[in-house]
């Protein structure tokens, strides 16, 4: 349809039009396979990190992705046979189809650009096309003029009396593990007999802190998005990449709060310091070292990076010649998308169906950097530092999302109950402290803003940040603000689990008593929509404040 209409109104140039558009169609195509959205103009600034996640891109390149683009060597041959036909025909004015279409684009379109919308609302009220159309004058008009509105005023909060959780680690060295896609829903589960997680499922029956309703509330920056979350207890824009974003923002969050405390800060990554900009941005944090892929033997390479294997043994040795106490941010990479490991590193016996899907990938690739995880804690226990350490360890996003249908269906039947969005969110949250004599398990709701004060209690520091959105989990109330994946305002506070439409209109919005599992009247859930996007308007305006101020001096505090 397109080409016909193409080569009808602008004759010979309708085959590079056609291309285009098949090509964003692909781009389309394969972004939202990655990451359930649609790619914005502001992921051309991410075009240097497509070599990187290479496989990632390959893995869905298939024949219905093919398809958009499969079509146009047929269409060349056809080309010159139209065209031919159509100069043998009177054709209309020019100027007068330029008009016509404009008009009717103009009145199509302006009432709709009118509301204001967020690009993906755009899209599920006007489709795709519209969607690109519209995606520039957001970002251009729109945007900047929300950024140019503060919210209202903002101030620190102290924190005071008697706490769960108290200084349990008062004075120990803090290891924290990101763990590369781990989703909760997995722990504790087995697959045709075989523990799926075994070393993390021993982890929580003795000497640990289990946040079992803890979520990710990532945006585009999946991974990086995950540490700049936890360590500043800020939201991250969502929609670009906040280490992107704020690569040259000095940001005061754990780390600095650490190091006036006396601990010593370092960062570990298995890939290039130049991925996702960590080495600017791990700066801005305020770590005092940041080991890379540059810095480490590479000697086993698995998926995108260094092995986790690899990258816990070579952090082991480096930790063992630290000052302390410290605080070392290990960041894991073996369970990246697409999870394809070489064969010898398959442990679990798969379902024939299961064999190469993205469910069964998973599975093989979360098995094997569990396995990686318990070396660490062996050598850790081999190098004196167990003990005197608290290992902390947290998903930084989910592996298997519900908007892919293959993925849904299969975890769907293996779980024997509906695999939604809710359960894939939902990340683990584990504080082992050797020592502490048993195990427990916080069900408070809570997500990755509430990491950096939930840590310092336990260590027995208090939060003294300028701003901080998030709450300590041990002791205050349930809430989570959920981000990106579902729109903004969408909550869950244990109770009630509210979604908004993905056009934007409240009415619209789903809102379910989660223990009746009964549908709730929109207006049931004002508060805590209200509540969500306060957090994310308020995060949005300091950064963009600390942004515009430039670099400060924050050492001084």
């Not at 103009?41 to 290479?54: C, D, E, R, S």
């Not at 947290?394 to 293996?414: C, I, N, Q, R």
Request: proline share 5%; aromatic share 14%.
């Amino acid at each position: 349809m397109l080409w016909v209409i193409f080569s009808t109104f602008i004759e010979k140039k309708q085959f590079v039009l056609y291309s285009i558009l098949s090509g964003m169609f692909i781009v389309d195509y394969l972004y939202f396979q990655n990451f359930g959205t649609l790619p914005s103009i502001k992921q051309l600034l991410l075009l240097p990190q497509l070599p990187k996640v290479g496989s990632s891109i390959k893995y869905f390149l298939n024949p219905v992705s093919l398809s958009f683009v499969g079509d146009i060597p047929f269409l060349i041959l056809l080309d010159r046979k139209f065209l031919k036909s159509l100069s043998e025909r009177e054709k209309p004015s020019q100027k007068i189809v330029v008009l016509l279409v404009t008009l009717c684009l103009a009145f199509a379109f302006f009432p709709a650009f009118l509301q204001n919308l967020k690009p993906m609302q755009f899209f599920n009220r006007y489709g795709l096309v519209a969607y690109h159309a519209y995606d520039p004058v957001y970002l251009l008009v729109f945007e900047k003029r929300a950024s140019s509105t503060p919210p209202g005023p903002t101030q620190s909060r102290s924190e005071s009396g008697e706490k769960s959780f108290s200084a349990i680690a008062k004075d120990r060295n803090v290891i924290v593990v990101q763990f590369e896609s781990l989703q909760n829903v997995f722990l504790r589960r087995t697959y045709g007999n075989q523990a799926i997680t075994p070393n993390l499922n021993t982890l929580l029956e003795k000497d640990s802190i289990y946040f079992s309703n803890y979520f990710q509330q990532t945006g585009t920056g999946n991974t990086a998005d995950a540490e700049f979350i936890s360590l500043t207890s800020l939201h991250v824009p969502g929609d670009h990449p906040a280490y992107e974003t704020y690569s040259d923002t000095e940001l005061d969050g754990l780390v600095r709060v650490l190091k006036r405390a006396g601990y010593y800060t370092v960062a570990f990554h298995g890939n290039t310091e130049s991925f996702w900009n960590r080495a600017r941005a791990y700066a801005c944090l305020g770590f005092d070292d940041f080991v890379s892929l540059e810095d480490l033997d590479q000697d086993e390479i698995v998926g995108m990076g260094l092995s986790d294997f690899s990258l816990y043994r070579q952090t082991v040795e480096i930790l063992k010649r630290l000052p302390q106490p410290f605080f070392a941010f290990v960041v894991t990479l073996s369970s990246h998308t697409p999870f394809i490991l070489p064969q010898e590193l398959k442990t679990l016996t798969l379902e024939p169906r299961h064999v190469d899907t993205l469910f069964g990938n998973y599975l093989q690739a979360i098995n094997y950097a569990d396995r990686a995880f318990g070396y660490f804690l062996q050598l850790l226990k081999e190098s004196g530092l167990y003990e005197k350490s608290i290992i902390v360890v947290y998903g930084d996003h989910a592996g298997l999302y519900p908007f892919h249908k293959e993925t849904k269906t299969l975890v769907s039947e293996w779980l024997n109950e509906e695999y939604d969005f809710l359960k894939a969110l939902n990340v683990p949250l584990i504080v082992h402290v050797p020592g502490l004599g048993k195990s427990y398990e916080v069900k408070n709701v809570g997500g990755q803003v509430d990491f950096t004060p939930t840590i310092l209690n336990m260590l027995g520091l208090n939060c003294d940040l300028e701003l901080y959105v998030g709450k300590d989990l041990c002791n205050d109330g349930s809430f989570v603000a959920f981000r990106h994946h579902l729109p903004d305002g969408s909550f869950f506070d244990g109770e009630r689990l509210f979604v908004v439409s993905e056009e934007g209109t409240i009415r619209r919005s789903v809102g379910i008593d989660v223990k009746r599992n009964e549908p709730m009247p929109y207006y049931e859930f004002l508060d805590g929509y209200q509540r969500a996007i306060k957090q994310i308007e308020v995060s949005r305006h300091f950064l963009e404040r600390l942004k515009s101020k430039g670099s400060g001096n924050l050492e001084t505090r």
